[in-house]
């Protein structure tokens, strides 16, 4: 499965952008998929993911962004608003099939994508 993140960009605080991932070379429905970012000088960092029907969200984003899947275009979104410049980095989507306690740990996706920057100005 190979993965296309796309849809960064800037945006002032408090504004909003649609992430989107794409893939190909196979289905994504039956995978688990999650988006991570990275600040630079940062490591990787869990934002959300999409696992069973059911979603998850680290804290820092919980009420401000929102995960969800199109199966029919085979396609991951995650809405994101009320942008913060902390919410500034490279925003990568993932796909793997993790057990629940490790859906936020990088190690648990086999499959990542390109990445998107995403600059939030204050």
């Known amino acids: 499965v190979q993965l296309q993140a796309s849809g960064g960009g800037l945006v002032q605080a408090g504004g909003s952008l649609r992430l989107s991932c794409a893939a190909s070379?196979?289905?994504?429905?039956?995978?688990?998929v999650a988006w991570f970012r990275q600040a630079a000088g940062k490591e990787r960092e869990f934002v959300a993911t999409?696992?069973?029907?059911?979603?998850y969200y680290d804290d820092s984003v919980k009420g401000r962004f929102t995960i969800s899947r199109d199966g029919a275009k085979n396609t991951v979104q995650l809405q994101m608003n009320s942008l913060k410049p902390e919410d500034t980095a490279v925003y990568y989507c993932?796909?793997?099939?993790?057990?629940?306690?490790?859906?936020?740990?990088?190690?648990?996706?086999?499959?990542w994508g390109q990445g998107t920057q995403v600059t939030v100005s204050s």
């Open positions: 993932a796909a793997g099939r993790p057990i629940l306690s490790t859906i936020s740990s990088t190690s648990a996706y086999g499959y």
């Open positions: 999409i696992r069973m029907g059911r979603t």
């Open positions: 070379g196979g289905t994504f429905n039956s995978y688990t």
